[in-house]
């Protein structure tokens, strides 16, 4: 990690869905701020946690930072490249470098492919090698890399368990050689006993290429696990950086220690003596946020002042930035 | 809501004009409407002339159109040939409710609309409701007790139900019910037209000569829309509040007919509400063969004869429904099911 | 970091969760174990074999040959299926008039599913302005009842196609018409289906991770969503085959599809109603023809969607 | 002391054009008044299909029980006629599903929802009932209940609708409540309400709760006494406390390994268990867990142990003692 610049920027992302009513003449009569100004940068052999809760923007902004959704303003640089602006060969060269992983490891892979199409598919598209023997050879490789035995090369999906077609999903990410992988939720979807598989695979990847890493997730004890820093989001904003053990030990925004208070911990012991901060209602629409802090109709400690001001982003204490006007580093 | 109606009432519009421009081309060459105007054959080249002027058929297909849809009263036509206009028009156009006159028959359209469309929906309306009876009946049934012996057997036939030609199961009642039964000296069913001319029309005598031609219709519908009763019932009674009503304790009776039926009376709904206004349009197999004098007869006897108004109406009438129809179909939903709003 | 080693070695091919078996294999096995759609492919391949194979037992010439002194011959050892009104051997009809019937349903759904597909694909993928021209273009044509609207282009189209000779035999070219007519009034229902999983397809995971690598809008198109549409493509294109066949006899029986001298099913029964009860053989063999085709195209149709139900993911 | 359910030699299975999924094979264990158990595993391992075929509710076909009683105050529920069942359940055994956007019909108004059992199984009229559902709703927190129980399910937040499920469930106060991973498909802030909702609830109504889940976290925090399931199997049982001092069964032992911390600094990579759960289409011989487990014997592979004694109320199926490797 000599090069201290990021690998990743990104820079005042903003993505807004309009809602539409009607059944065939649609018209506009909102937008859902689904990401209303996300920045934050990754270094290089980094990984990134963001978590809150569903509906608070994390997916979609890990999405739209690829240019999977059309941003609707800001801009993300990865390896010194803006790829939301680029187009044609220079946005392929980019995309090369950036890569995703999903959720649903049924949803994830077309059914209709064998895994070497899938694995190959990258490769194909960027034109990495001269021959789809070649091609075979190195998903053959790659399949071995995640812990998949390369003669299930002409397998298809269906054949295989959630854990196992995750691994395909992560090789098909590694194909292409890429610098940064956006992880968007890997391991939700999977059952206990193959999370942990799974995840160790990831950084056993990590460990190996140098990868940089988005985690995405909303468990955060599995973040706290895998991630260097994390970033809490809530209604479209980040409301909380800091690295790992900072966060998790002094978390300064109300809703962080709210959202770790009510994570539970397998030791009953430990269970029975802890206090929980118990926020009260739902997350509000993201169509309207409430004005001031987004937070303030949950925030146990809110003042007056919450509703109107919006919290200034300041650093409270060295590489530990959050939004509140009540936090103090 | 209101706003939803009215923009849907304006696509309606929009889709009826560009259906009747697309049929009003097509009818512009589906045969020489003089050749066969009142079954006679015109010859003489200077009456063919003349009637295609008074017809108006000598006007550009954008004129013709227009007379049609907005009439012709507005301008005057040269009804003598000598090139000067010295008649006005006396058309009011469909969008004025004037179908023009059929070639034909020389009435008005509408006045052979009104004739014949009692006639089809007293057929067509008989039909749907002993559909709909019978295959709400059988359709959830046969989803409660699926895969049971009698479920298997009448799927089976159901198959067979909807994969009978109209006109194969129409011949074949006919030769049953008809020709065996008087050849077995029962009492057998007529199998033309809408009553006896020797006895008139009476309620009793269209009741007696709907029977065959409802039948027949019936069990093609029934077999379709059993099937797709049975299909919508098996789905929601796999859903999970399904779930959730029986392990409350209800009894059967109230999972069944208020937490399923209510849920899949939606689709069935809707599908029925669709298919309405197609009843307009008649059965034009079903009237042919029993020589039901409904709307398929106007259509078919006029569509040969190449009468553009009767035909452009009977199409335009049943298009206009359909677009009517999907709007209250669109209400009924929202009603039904509080999950839509239209805003 | 042993333990590690170990678990990802012993990650091998009995742990998979299925048999080998490709997709469609699996379909397979699933479509014999459904009857009916066993019944259905048998009877349809003797009735295949009937049309195209009886052509080597009775010529087309024999076929159109009319004996006006055997008219309305009840069925007999020399007529099996009787004679017509002008002295034709219906069982010879039955037998040309099927391959033009099979004929026209398979060449009209042909013509069905590739508008449908092309349509469906681009209304769903593109979405927006594109999407709502097609659309208003299907909702068109379905305000009209199909039957009457192919009754207006029967008409419209009617005499306008020359006769046609391929391979030495001679066609109306009212065949022609009305694969040309059936199949433009009927792919609004498949480009519907199409559009609807496309819709749902794009925003798939796999679709995305295809995109994120920079695949083509094309390539994702015609290879990763086209090929998971196939099983409900393939189940409404089966069905719309016995609607084809079913529209053909309809129009055929009002006398506005395909022309004699040419025989179809459904035009050898046009004027058969007159013969009700003095000729039932007129109209019962080829209505029972229709009625035994459109059947087993039935069951085939309900075993395929049985057998590529999506939702079963195990065999 | 007897207790409230006895469940015994329950198997399930369902028969599918793909073969007999063995679901549930055998397993017994019981259920004291007001007590919490929490049944713990990982998802197809057989802990709802069990739970449901007490009360009834697997589809028959396919579902089969094919063996086991279940005697619950006194009576088997297994030899209950359809009847009888709908007496019980709702009356004295009442359920909560995993995901509160499905479970609830979304067709009929909330009010309607939960008068339904009042009027059924307590005989209330409707104005009695109404003024019942809106105290329900009061109780289950639900704020300006009196308007809210006109609206529909669909008006609801996730977390809104599990509540409303509560309160159906517990209209008619049961003395046993099955909770069907009623967490799974909300936020930690929205579990962490729920849990302490129904928390209170069991508490001020003494009802018993059978806890379905796969989150050890959660089943730390709510239960009294916690089943291990894996395949279809009960693979262990103890008290909360014992089941995370001292794991008595393989299985347990690595999925306690597998689970990352949120209360802790991270020392080493997670431990994770190789393989995959095993294929219900096949039956079962010897343990299941065998396969993946890293004191698997030759014994193992051969003959399923069955739960013996491993400590006071503590007891697991496995022939080796996790914390040594020696033979037990």
């Given at each position: 990690m000599s090069d201290s610049t990021p690998l990743v920027e990104v820079k005042d992302l903003k993505k807004h869905f309009p809602v539409t009513r009607g059944i065939i003449l649609q018209r506009k009569v909102g937008i859902v701020r689904a990401v209303d100004g996300v920045s934050f940068s990754i270094q290089r052999g980094e990984t990134l946690g963001m978590v809150g809760e569903s509906g608070c923007g994390k997916t979609t902004a890990g999405r739209t930072m690829l240019g999977l959704y059309p941003a609707t303003s800001g801009s993300v640089t990865i390896d010194g490249e803006d790829i939301l602006h680029a187009r044609g060969k220079d946005q392929l060269a980019i995309r090369r470098k950036a890569q995703i992983i999903f959720q649903d490891p049924y949803a994830s892979l077309n059914p209709r492919w064998s895994v070497n199409s899938i694995v190959s598919e990258p490769m194909r598209v960027h034109g990495l090698f001269a021959s789809q023997k070649e091609r075979a050879e190195r998903a053959k490789d790659l399949l071995g890399l995640v812990g998949l035995s390369p003669h299930l090369l002409n397998r298809f999906p269906h054949e295989f368990s959630g854990g196992q077609r995750q691994r395909i999903g992560i090789a098909r990410a590694l194909a292409s050689d890429?610098?940064?992988?956006?992880?968007?939720?890997?391991?939700?979807?999977?059952d206990v006993s193959i999370q942990a598989q799974v995840v160790n695979l990831l950084e056993k990847l990590q460990d190996q290429f140098g990868l940089t890493y988005l985690f995405v997730a909303h468990d955060l004890s599995m973040v706290r696990h895998i991630c260097d820093r994390v970033a809490v989001m809530y209604l479209g904003i980040i409301v909380e950086v800091a690295d790992r053990n900072e966060l998790y030990e002094k978390p300064l925004h109300p809703y962080t220690q709210a959202l770790l208070s009510a994570v539970p911990v397998p030791d009953p012991r430990k269970e029975r003596e802890r206090k929980r901060t118990i926020l009260t209602g739902d997350v509000p629409s993201p169509i309207n946020p409430p004005s001031g802090c987004r937070f303030h109709p949950r925030c146990p400690i809110a003042v007056e002042r919450c509703k109107k001001e919006t919290p200034e982003w300041r650093?409270?204490?060295?590489g530990h930035w959050a939004a509140c006007h009540l936090a103090n580093g | 809501m209101f706003q939803f109606i009215l923009k849907r009432l304006a696509q309606g519009v929009v889709l009826l004009l560009i259906v009747s421009i697309t049929l009003f081309l097509l009818m512009m060459e589906v045969g020489d409407p003089i050749a066969t105007m009142g079954g006679r054959t015109v010859t003489r080249p200077s009456d063919r002339e003349r009637l295609t002027r008074q017809l108006g058929l000598d006007k550009p297909i954008a004129v013709q159109y227009l007379y049609w849809l907005a009439g012709n009263d507005w301008t005057q036509i040269d009804t003598d040939g000598d090139g000067i206009p010295d008649k006005s028009g006396t058309r009011l156009g469909i969008l004025r409710g004037d179908f023009g006159k059929s070639?034909?028959?020389?009435?008005p359209v509408t006045e052979m609309i009104a004739e014949r469309i009692p006639n089809t929906l007293i057929l067509m309306l008989a039909s749907e409701v002993v559909t709909i009876f019978f295959a709400l009946i059988f359709g959830i049934y046969s989803a409660l007790k699926q895969y049971s012996t009698l479920d298997n057997i009448l799927t089976t036939l159901l198959f067979v139900g909807y994969s009978m030609p109209i006109f194969f199961i129409s011949l074949m009642s006919m030769y049953l019910f008809f020709i065996l039964f008087k050849k077995w000296g029962l009492p057998y069913l007529p199998t033309v037209g809408m009553f006896d001319p020797e006895v008139g029309k009476t309620p009793l005598q269209v009741l007696w000569h709907m029977i065959l031609p409802v039948m027949s219709l019936s069990v093609i519908y029934f077999a379709a829309y059993s099937r797709y009763i049975r299909g919508t019932m098996l789905e929601v009674l796999s859903q999970d509040y399904i779930r959730t009503a029986k392990s409350k304790g209800l009894p059967r009776r109230q999972v069944v007919y208020v937490h399923a039926l209510k849920n899949a009376a939606l689709p069935i709904v809707t599908v029925v509400g669709l298919d309405l206004p197609f009843l307009l349009g008649g059965a034009v197999v079903t009237e042919r063969i029993f020589a039901w004098p409904g709307m398929g007869r106007l259509f078919l006897d006029h569509l040969s004869r190449a009468d553009v108004s009767v035909v452009m109406g009977s199409l335009m009438l049943v298009a206009g429904a359909v677009v009517v129809f999907q709007i209250l179909t669109d209400i009924v939903y929202a009603w039904l099911d509080p999950r839509i709003r239209y805003t | 970091m042993t333990a590690q080693t170990t678990s990802i070695t012993q990650?091998?091919?009995?742990?998979?969760?299925?048999?080998?078996?490709?997709l469609w294999q699996l379909a397979w096995l699933r479509f014999r174990r459904h009857k009916l759609a066993v019944f259905g492919c048998v009877t349809l391949v003797l009735l295949l074999l009937y049309s195209f194979g009886g052509a080597f037992v009775r010529t087309e010439a024999y076929a159109n040959f009319n004996d006006t002194s055997r008219r309305l011959e009840p069925p007999s050892s020399e007529h099996l299926f009787g004679t017509d009104s002008i002295g034709r051997d219906i069982l010879a009809r039955t037998i040309y008039g099927g391959q033009i019937s099979l004929f026209i349903g398979f060449v009209a759904v042909f013509i069905e599913t590739i508008l449908g597909i092309l349509v469906g694909a681009l209304a769903g993928y593109y979405g927006g302005k594109l999407d709502a021209f097609l659309m208003r273009i299907a909702e068109a044509l379905l305000s009209i009842p199909t039957i009457l609207l192919l009754l207006v282009m029967a008409k419209f189209f009617g005499g306008k196609i020359p006769e046609i000779h391929i391979a030495g035999r001679t066609f109306s070219g009212s065949v022609i018409v009305i694969i040309a007519i059936i199949g433009a009034t009927s792919w609004m229902y498949l480009a519907r289906i199409v559009r609807a999983e496309f819709l749902s397809l794009k925003e798939n995971e796999f679709i995305l991770a295809a995109r994120a690598t920079g695949t083509s809008n094309f390539q994702i198109i015609f290879y990763h969503i086209l090929p998971n549409t196939f099983a409900p493509i393939i189940v409404s294109s089966t069905l719309s085959v016995a609607n084809a066949i079913l529209a053909e006899a309809y129009i055929s029986f009002l006398g506005l599809g395909v022309q004699p001298p040419t025989a179809t099913w459904g035009n050898m029964l046009e004027s058969s109603a007159k013969y009700l009860d003095s000729a039932p053989w007129l109209w019962f063999f080829p209505g029972m023809l229709i009625l035994l085709t459109v059947l087993s195209i039935n069951f085939i149709g309900d075993g395929m969607r049985d057998a590529l139900d999506p939702r079963s993911r195990a065999i | 002391m007897t207790s409230l359910l006895q469940v015994s030699g329950l198997r399930t299975r369902f028969h599918t054009p793909e073969g007999i999924v063995h679901a549930v094979n055998g397993i017994s264990f019981h259920v004291n008044e007001g007590e919490t158990v929490a049944v713990v595993g990982e998802s197809g391992c057989g802990k709802s299909v069990s739970m449901m075929s007490l009360l009834g509710l697997i589809p028959t076909p396919p579902g089969e029980i094919v063996s086991g009683t279940a005697v619950f105050r006194g009576n088997d529920l297994f030899k209950k006629s359809e009847k009888e069942l709908e007496d019980t359940r709702g009356r004295e055994i009442a359920m909560i599903f995993q995901d509160p956007m499905t479970s609830l019909n979304p067709v009929l108004t909330v009010e309607r929802q939960l008068i339904e059992s009042l009027r059924v199984h307590l005989g209330f009229t409707k104005e009695q009932a109404q003024t019942r559902a809106v105290e329900l709703l009061e109780q289950v927190g639900i704020p300006d209940a009196k308007r809210r129980v006109k609206d529909y399910p669909h008006q609801f937040s996730g977390g809104m609708r599990q509540r409303v499920m509560i309160a159906m469930s517990l209209s008619c106060a049961p003395s046993l409540l099955i909770a069907d991973e009623p967490t799974t498909a909300l936020d930690v802030t929205i579990q962490a309400q729920i849990v302490e909702l129904v928390t209170r609830i069991r508490d001020s109504l003494h009802t018993a709760v059978i806890w379905i889940t796969h989150d050890l976290g959660v089943v730390a925090g709510i239960a009294d006494r916690v089943i291990v399931m894996y395949a279809g199997f009960i693979v262990e049982e103890a008290n909360v406390d014992d089941l995370y001092d001292s794991p008595g069964h393989p299985y347990t032992v690595s999925l306690l390994a597998a689970l990352p911390r949120v209360d802790r600094r991270r020392d080493q990579r997670l431990k994770s268990i190789p393989g995959a759960p095993p294929n219900m289409l096949i039956e079962p011989r010897g343990c299941p867990f065998a396969p993946r487990c890293e004191f698997a014997l030759e014994k193992c592979r051969q003959k399923n142990p069955l739960l013996t004694q491993v400590g006071p109320n503590h007891t697991a199926a496995c022939w080796v003692n996790p914390k040594t490797g020696a033979l037990r």
């Amino acid at each position: 990690m000599s090069d201290s610049t990021p690998l990743v920027e990104v820079k005042d992302l903003k993505k807004h869905f309009p809602v539409t009513r009607g059944i065939i003449l649609q018209r506009k009569v909102g937008i859902v701020r689904a990401v209303d100004g996300v920045s934050f940068s990754i270094q290089r052999g980094e990984t990134l946690g963001m978590v809150g809760e569903s509906g608070c923007g994390k997916t979609t902004a890990g999405r739209t930072m690829l240019g999977l959704y059309p941003a609707t303003s800001g801009s993300v640089t990865i390896d010194g490249e803006d790829i939301l602006h680029a187009r044609g060969k220079d946005q392929l060269a980019i995309r090369r470098k950036a890569q995703i992983i999903f959720q649903d490891p049924y949803a994830s892979l077309n059914p209709r492919w064998s895994v070497n199409s899938i694995v190959s598919e990258p490769m194909r598209v960027h034109g990495l090698f001269a021959s789809q023997k070649e091609r075979a050879e190195r998903a053959k490789d790659l399949l071995g890399l995640v812990g998949l035995s390369p003669h299930l090369l002409n397998r298809f999906p269906h054949e295989f368990s959630g854990g196992q077609r995750q691994r395909i999903g992560i090789a098909r990410a590694l194909a292409s050689d890429p610098l940064f992988i956006v992880c968007d939720e890997p391991i939700s979807a999977l059952d206990v006993s193959i999370q942990a598989q799974v995840v160790n695979l990831l950084e056993k990847l990590q460990d190996q290429f140098g990868l940089t890493y988005l985690f995405v997730a909303h468990d955060l004890s599995m973040v706290r696990h895998i991630c260097d820093r994390v970033a809490v989001m809530y209604l479209g904003i980040i409301v909380e950086v800091a690295d790992r053990n900072e966060l998790y030990e002094k978390p300064l925004h109300p809703y962080t220690q709210a959202l770790l208070s009510a994570v539970p911990v397998p030791d009953p012991r430990k269970e029975r003596e802890r206090k929980r901060t118990i926020l009260t209602g739902d997350v509000p629409s993201p169509i309207n946020p409430p004005s001031g802090c987004r937070f303030h109709p949950r925030c146990p400690i809110a003042v007056e002042r919450c509703k109107k001001e919006t919290p200034e982003w300041r650093e409270a204490a060295p590489g530990h930035w959050a939004a509140c006007h009540l936090a103090n580093g | 809501m209101f706003q939803f109606i009215l923009k849907r009432l304006a696509q309606g519009v929009v889709l009826l004009l560009i259906v009747s421009i697309t049929l009003f081309l097509l009818m512009m060459e589906v045969g020489d409407p003089i050749a066969t105007m009142g079954g006679r054959t015109v010859t003489r080249p200077s009456d063919r002339e003349r009637l295609t002027r008074q017809l108006g058929l000598d006007k550009p297909i954008a004129v013709q159109y227009l007379y049609w849809l907005a009439g012709n009263d507005w301008t005057q036509i040269d009804t003598d040939g000598d090139g000067i206009p010295d008649k006005s028009g006396t058309r009011l156009g469909i969008l004025r409710g004037d179908f023009g006159k059929s070639l034909v028959t020389k009435k008005p359209v509408t006045e052979m609309i009104a004739e014949r469309i009692p006639n089809t929906l007293i057929l067509m309306l008989a039909s749907e409701v002993v559909t709909i009876f019978f295959a709400l009946i059988f359709g959830i049934y046969s989803a409660l007790k699926q895969y049971s012996t009698l479920d298997n057997i009448l799927t089976t036939l159901l198959f067979v139900g909807y994969s009978m030609p109209i006109f194969f199961i129409s011949l074949m009642s006919m030769y049953l019910f008809f020709i065996l039964f008087k050849k077995w000296g029962l009492p057998y069913l007529p199998t033309v037209g809408m009553f006896d001319p020797e006895v008139g029309k009476t309620p009793l005598q269209v009741l007696w000569h709907m029977i065959l031609p409802v039948m027949s219709l019936s069990v093609i519908y029934f077999a379709a829309y059993s099937r797709y009763i049975r299909g919508t019932m098996l789905e929601v009674l796999s859903q999970d509040y399904i779930r959730t009503a029986k392990s409350k304790g209800l009894p059967r009776r109230q999972v069944v007919y208020v937490h399923a039926l209510k849920n899949a009376a939606l689709p069935i709904v809707t599908v029925v509400g669709l298919d309405l206004p197609f009843l307009l349009g008649g059965a034009v197999v079903t009237e042919r063969i029993f020589a039901w004098p409904g709307m398929g007869r106007l259509f078919l006897d006029h569509l040969s004869r190449a009468d553009v108004s009767v035909v452009m109406g009977s199409l335009m009438l049943v298009a206009g429904a359909v677009v009517v129809f999907q709007i209250l179909t669109d209400i009924v939903y929202a009603w039904l099911d509080p999950r839509i709003r239209y805003t | 970091m042993t333990a590690q080693t170990t678990s990802i070695t012993q990650l091998s091919a009995d742990d998979l969760t299925a048999p080998p078996l490709s997709l469609w294999q699996l379909a397979w096995l699933r479509f014999r174990r459904h009857k009916l759609a066993v019944f259905g492919c048998v009877t349809l391949v003797l009735l295949l074999l009937y049309s195209f194979g009886g052509a080597f037992v009775r010529t087309e010439a024999y076929a159109n040959f009319n004996d006006t002194s055997r008219r309305l011959e009840p069925p007999s050892s020399e007529h099996l299926f009787g004679t017509d009104s002008i002295g034709r051997d219906i069982l010879a009809r039955t037998i040309y008039g099927g391959q033009i019937s099979l004929f026209i349903g398979f060449v009209a759904v042909f013509i069905e599913t590739i508008l449908g597909i092309l349509v469906g694909a681009l209304a769903g993928y593109y979405g927006g302005k594109l999407d709502a021209f097609l659309m208003r273009i299907a909702e068109a044509l379905l305000s009209i009842p199909t039957i009457l609207l192919l009754l207006v282009m029967a008409k419209f189209f009617g005499g306008k196609i020359p006769e046609i000779h391929i391979a030495g035999r001679t066609f109306s070219g009212s065949v022609i018409v009305i694969i040309a007519i059936i199949g433009a009034t009927s792919w609004m229902y498949l480009a519907r289906i199409v559009r609807a999983e496309f819709l749902s397809l794009k925003e798939n995971e796999f679709i995305l991770a295809a995109r994120a690598t920079g695949t083509s809008n094309f390539q994702i198109i015609f290879y990763h969503i086209l090929p998971n549409t196939f099983a409900p493509i393939i189940v409404s294109s089966t069905l719309s085959v016995a609607n084809a066949i079913l529209a053909e006899a309809y129009i055929s029986f009002l006398g506005l599809g395909v022309q004699p001298p040419t025989a179809t099913w459904g035009n050898m029964l046009e004027s058969s109603a007159k013969y009700l009860d003095s000729a039932p053989w007129l109209w019962f063999f080829p209505g029972m023809l229709i009625l035994l085709t459109v059947l087993s195209i039935n069951f085939i149709g309900d075993g395929m969607r049985d057998a590529l139900d999506p939702r079963s993911r195990a065999i | 002391m007897t207790s409230l359910l006895q469940v015994s030699g329950l198997r399930t299975r369902f028969h599918t054009p793909e073969g007999i999924v063995h679901a549930v094979n055998g397993i017994s264990f019981h259920v004291n008044e007001g007590e919490t158990v929490a049944v713990v595993g990982e998802s197809g391992c057989g802990k709802s299909v069990s739970m449901m075929s007490l009360l009834g509710l697997i589809p028959t076909p396919p579902g089969e029980i094919v063996s086991g009683t279940a005697v619950f105050r006194g009576n088997d529920l297994f030899k209950k006629s359809e009847k009888e069942l709908e007496d019980t359940r709702g009356r004295e055994i009442a359920m909560i599903f995993q995901d509160p956007m499905t479970s609830l019909n979304p067709v009929l108004t909330v009010e309607r929802q939960l008068i339904e059992s009042l009027r059924v199984h307590l005989g209330f009229t409707k104005e009695q009932a109404q003024t019942r559902a809106v105290e329900l709703l009061e109780q289950v927190g639900i704020p300006d209940a009196k308007r809210r129980v006109k609206d529909y399910p669909h008006q609801f937040s996730g977390g809104m609708r599990q509540r409303v499920m509560i309160a159906m469930s517990l209209s008619c106060a049961p003395s046993l409540l099955i909770a069907d991973e009623p967490t799974t498909a909300l936020d930690v802030t929205i579990q962490a309400q729920i849990v302490e909702l129904v928390t209170r609830i069991r508490d001020s109504l003494h009802t018993a709760v059978i806890w379905i889940t796969h989150d050890l976290g959660v089943v730390a925090g709510i239960a009294d006494r916690v089943i291990v399931m894996y395949a279809g199997f009960i693979v262990e049982e103890a008290n909360v406390d014992d089941l995370y001092d001292s794991p008595g069964h393989p299985y347990t032992v690595s999925l306690l390994a597998a689970l990352p911390r949120v209360d802790r600094r991270r020392d080493q990579r997670l431990k994770s268990i190789p393989g995959a759960p095993p294929n219900m289409l096949i039956e079962p011989r010897g343990c299941p867990f065998a396969p993946r487990c890293e004191f698997a014997l030759e014994k193992c592979r051969q003959k399923n142990p069955l739960l013996t004694q491993v400590g006071p109320n503590h007891t697991a199926a496995c022939w080796v003692n996790p914390k040594t490797g020696a033979l037990r």
